[in-house]
Each structure stands twice: as C-alpha cells, then as structure tokens.
C-alpha cells in the first residue's frame, strides 16, 4: 500500500509521508531525562499528537522508561462532576491504556479502585503505582484543552504539582515526568476559570519547565518528507526549491506543508503521472486559499469570535501598521496560541503567508459589502 501525505489526525510513519523530527525528540528527551513537568502549548493541527505517538515509541525502546499516553478527549464532561468520578475515572483511562501492553498490572490498578474516592487517595494510588512499575513513569495527557473550564482539573494538576514538589524532598514517589499537550498553557486555563485579576496568573503548573523546542518544520526538515515521497512513489521533483517554497509559504507550519503536498500529489498531478513541476507549487497556493478545511474555519473562527483581536489583526493586515510585539498583552498572547500572530524583529506579523492571504481576502470581503451596502 502506498504512502499517503496525511493532513488528519496522527501520523504513521509506515502509512504516512512524515518529516523526521528525531531532533526535536532528541530535545524533549532531554526534558524527560531532566524529570521535567512540561507543557506542549502549539496552535491546532501543529504536530502535537504525531510528536507525542513518536515521543511514546521512542521511549518504549528503553528498558529504563514506562510511558503511559493518555488523551482528554472524548471522555465528556460527567467525569468532572466530583473528586470521586474524576479519581476513579483517570484510574479507569490508565487501566484501559495498559491493558493492551501489561495486563497484570492493568489488574492491579482495577485492584485499588474501590479505595479511591478523593484526589488524596489518587495521589496515594499514584505513589503506590509508580513503586509498582519500578521504573521511570512517563505520564502523557494530549489534549488537555477538553478539561480546560473545570476547576476540578485544576486541582489534580495541583496535586500533582504537590507530588513534585514532595519528590524533590525525598518525601513522595511519584511520575518522572508529564508532559501536557494542548492549544492552550496552563496559565492561559487558568485565566479562563477566574476572571478576577487577583488570581489571573495563580497557576497550579507554575513546576513546568519552559518548553523550547521549535515545532514548525525547517527547509531541511521538510526535504526529509520530500526525500521519503521520492523513494516511495518514485516521483521527479526538485527537492531544494519545493522544500525552499513550501517553507517560504507556510513558515514550517505542520499542516500547511502537509496540505500542500497532498494537493499536488492528489489534485494536480494527472493519473501516471510522476513529475513536480515547478509550477505545481503556485498552484497548489491558489488551490489551498479556495479550499475549506478544517485548520482555515478554525483560524477564521478564532478571529471573528474576538472583536479586539479582529480589529488588531485588521490594523496589520489591512492597514499596514507595525505593531510591537509584546507577548504579556493578552491580545498579543492570544493571537500567538491560536498561531495568527508571530514575532519578528521586535514586531507582529501574521504566522504565515498563506494566513496573510487568507485573512486579508476574509477582511476585504467584508470591507466591499459594506462598501456596497453604503452605496445603495
């Protein structure tokens, strides 16, 4: 079966053209072997989950780690009613995600649950369990954002922090290392529980390390992709200037490239065909910007539910203004997590230029309705 560019969900390197982004496991390795607690905050569709699937495979390869990755997502909202529900359903998701791999100490796990009814007597299981294993437990939870309006959350993640805390003393056993997945830091959730400015930045993660790694894809990143597509379709194409273009347009963002390349290699390029031309890549350009996808509806989206922001990004894009860029304002900060905004040179800029494109052509859409509204 032949390859696929994915632009959904995880990427599988024996089922997907993937970038080899070893270096960037490489660094987040170092993290792990440091026992960091730490957060992958990135904009939507940036790689987060394939990084984590790859993060996992990686650390299975050592007799030294046990990862347990586990998700938020589709777990619906009862299991945040009380401590009880939430105790016994984060044992229930640990126990589910071991039983493929270790069924004996999945059992042990059903074992202790009727003992646990409070996050204290989570926090006690906890410590029991990493005895258990006797190795270093690597926690994973993607997708944080589904709990990110409950306090009750924020508390585990207090406990945890309490844990850790306790570790460096000498007096708790507990996780090597976790690793939060998310659009959104742990700060930024706790803005959106507590209005008050007294408790804006009164964050339970203030444990975690500054995470530093560069997610987007560099020219030589994105060529590794190019380099598995060649020798797997057996395609002509000039590595150097589509892997130079696709960075130029996209800046590296994950999906961007993918999308692309898929639109070329499904849309563009004819049936038995086996050649890029270079003109390829401007179409594919105009292609995208026409196109609906689910990454477009949601950039749009974020913009238009946020009039301060709308009217920020209006000043950049339409009227040309060069604003500073100062990452503690909250519209500045915003526009970064949802990946509308970037920094350079001191100043905002749009992430990208397919975002520039589709923005302004979003913006001056309205601006000629309005026009024409005014006229009639």
């Known amino acids: 079966m032949l390859k696929k560019f994915n632009v959904t969900g995880t990427c599988i390197p024996n089922k997907h053209y993937i970038v080899d982004i070893s270096k960037k496991i490489d660094k987040i390795m170092e993290l792990i072997d440091g026992e960091e607690y730490f ?104 997708e944080v954002d589904k709990s990110s309006n409950n306090q009750l959350f924020l508390s585990f993640l207090g406990m945890l922090r309490n844990k850790y805390l306790l570790r460096s003393e000498g007096r708790d056993c507990t996780f090597h290392s976790i690793i939060l997945a998310g659009v959104h830091d742990v700060k930024t959730l706790k803005v959106k529980i507590r209005s008050d400015e007294e408790h804006k930045y009164n ?107 709308y009217d920020f990004v209006k000043r950049i894009v339409l009227d040309n203004e060069n604003i500073n860029y100062i990452k503690t304002d909250n519209i500045v900060s915003l526009g970064s997590i949802y990946g509308i905004l970037k920094e350079k040179d001191g100043v905002c800029k749009i992430n990208n230029k397919l975002y520039e494109q589709l923005i302004y052509n979003h913006m001056m859409m309205k601006v000629i309705r309005q026009d024409k509204k005014q006229e009639s």
């Open 39 to 142: 957060v992958i905050n990135r904009p939507r569709q940036y790689g987060k989950t394939t990084t984590l699937f790859l993060l996992d495979n990686k650390l299975k390869e050592s007799e030294d780690y046990f990862p347990i990755k586990i998700s938020f997502e589709g777990i619906g909202d009862l299991i945040f009613d009380d401590e009880n529900r939430f105790s016994k359903g984060f044992m229930k998701i640990l126990e589910r995600t071991i039983e493929f791999e270790n069924v004996e100490l999945s059992k042990f796990i059903s074992s202790n649950k009727e003992g646990v009814e409070t996050l204290d007597d989570l926090s006690y299981f906890i410590t029991k369990f990493v005895r258990e294993i006797n190795k270093k437990v690597i926690l994973m939870i993607d």
């Open 203 to 309: 964050s339970p993660w203030n444990i975690a390390s500054d995470f530093e790694v560069d997610m987007s894809f560099s020219k030589e990143e994105i060529m590794t992709m190019l380099e598995n597509y060649v020798e797997d379709k057996k395609v002509i194409l000039d590595k150097e200037y589509f892997s130079e273009k696709l960075y130029f347009y996209t800046e590296g963002y994950p999906f961007l490239v993918s999308k692309l390349c898929k639109i070329i290699d499904e849309k563009i390029m004819s049936d038995g065909e086996f050649i890029w031309e270079k003109e390829y890549m401007d179409i594919a350009v105009k292609e995208i910007l026409k196109d609906s996808n689910t990454n477009f509806e949601s950039l749009i989206k974020n913009i238009e539910n946020n009039e301060e922001l």
